[in-house]
């Protein structure tokens, strides 16, 4: 009955924007999604588990809801001219049905990928449906996710809750590390995915900023460093530090003022780098490192356990979607974290095809737009940035169940990849 309501509302919400906006762009309808991201939240129903000590709930996210809700409204015939792109994600469709027969035991993990991967479908269906797709408009209407979240992000670390619907009074305490100390989750609700969140905001907020009303980008920008700062979330910000070098390489400036905005952002830059290693490195080194905890072992230990208890015995067809902690529980009395790299997680629960079938899925779009002569080297340098944030950060944390993360980075590489098929080339 909640997600009824909570669709029927977002009917009216889509409706009263169409009213108000007097106008029937459907790009309006994929921002909507976006700016819906403020409002994340969890919808469970009835059904429950019990499994390890857990009672779990079968949960749809709300932003699943707005994109379903964005495609009543954007679908035409257009919508169900599907291409190569989307072979992988009708075999993974196919996939689940199968191993809801054989090879289920955790329905609550094999349904929050079944809603992730149909999620990757609903995109490539709003994005069939725009006959000109506006991509400057689209990644623009992120700097106001990135603002909102950071915004949040701050007001957690100060009050210690995460102040989401849902779960307005649970701490974010992390006491894993040789410290407690409050790691900022922002939207995204845990502390990884905050800041792998981080990591994809701060690349398309970095080319907004060198687009147009850039005051509002750099604003964006600004606080994304600082909430990507309070997650603690390291891989997060090596992702960040890529996307920096890669822009600043690859970015060919328009015009002698860009140039100039350029070399003195390189040289700002050089002096913060400079003097945060000569006045703060201690603080820095004990913050990340000391305090945090150690837990780069610990990954590579279930690397190890995932090669001999999986791949040596399940590598073609896995253990099913969602199934890996249940598995080597029930199979080998072993209590384990969900698989810290979806990469990883592709091939032991979906097997060798398919993780192939998806590596050269991802693959396919990312390079249909680096090698695409109908758009600008910019809009290219984005891709390679949120492709690179996103391959790095997905493979050292549980990327596979951040929800808001997948949807974010498919939002954007679908969007500039069909953008790319459409032949315009007004992007700065």
């Not at 309006?28 to 999604?33: A, R, S």
């Not at 990135?146 to 670390?157: C, K, R, V």
């Not at 920008?221 to 890669?246: D, K, P, Q, W």
């Amino acid at each position: 009955m909640k997600i009824v309501i909570l669709f029927a509302l977002y009917v009216i919400l889509y409706i009263s924007c169409r009213l108000i906006l007097k106008q029937k762009d459907k790009n309006t309808n994929l921002t909507l999604v976006l700016l819906l991201f403020c409002l994340s939240f969890n919808l469970s129903i009835s059904y429950n588990q019990y499994l390890q000590g857990e009672i779990l709930y079968i949960s749809f996210h709300s932003v699943f809801i707005a994109l379903i809700v964005c495609l009543l409204f954007s679908f035409n015939k257009r919508s169900l001219r599907f291409g190569i792109e989307s072979i992988y994600l009708f075999v993974a469709m196919i996939n689940f049905i199968v191993e809801s027969y054989f090879k289920i035991s955790d329905y609550v993990n094999f349904m929050r990928i079944v809603m992730t991967f149909t999620s990757f479908l609903i995109i490539i269906m709003i994005y069939k449906s725009i006959s000109s797709i506006n991509i400057n408009k689209i990644l623009y209407s992120i700097n106001y996710v990135a603002i909102f979240n950071s915004i949040l992000g701050i007001a957690q670390y100060i009050t210690g809750k995460q102040l989401l619907l849902g779960s307005f009074n649970t701490p974010i305490l992390y006491t894993e590390g040789a410290v407690d100390t409050n790691r900022a989750v922002g939207i995204a609700a845990s502390n990884n995915s905050g800041g792998n969140f981080g990591a994809l905001v701060f690349g398309v907020i970095l080319y907004n900023c060198f687009s147009s009303n850039r005051k509002l980008s750099w604003v964006a920008l600004f606080l994304t460093l600082i909430f990507s700062a309070l997650t603690l979330t390291r891989i997060g910000m090596v992702g960040i530090v890529f996307e920096i070098l890669i822009f600043y390489l690859a970015y060919s400036p328009k015009n002698r003022k860009e140039q100039k905005l350029k070399l003195i952002s390189g040289y700002i830059g050089m002096v913060i780098i400079m003097l945060l290693l000569v006045f703060f490195r201690h603080d820095i080194y004990n913050a990340l490192f000391i305090e945090r905890g150690n837990t780069t072992s610990s990954r590579f230990m279930q690397y190890e356990r995932i090669y001999h208890y999986i791949l040596s015995n399940k590598l073609l067809f896995g253990i099913g979607d969602g199934q890996y902690r249940n598995y080597m529980y029930s199979t080998y009395h072993i209590l384990d974290l969900q698989i810290h790299s979806q990469y990883l997680n592709v091939l032991a629960e979906q097997g060798l095809f398919l993780f192939l079938l998806f590596v050269l899925f991802n693959i396919f779009i990312f390079a249909r737009i680096v090698m695409s002569r109908k758009i600008s080297k910019n809009l290219k340098v984005l891709s390679i940035m949120i492709f690179t944030a996103n391959f790095i950060c997905s493979n050292f944390n549980p990327n596979q169940y951040y929800y808001l993360n997948n949807v974010l980075y498919y939002i954007i590489m679908f969007g500039v990849f069909f953008y790319s098929k459409q032949g315009i080339n007004n992007t700065f």
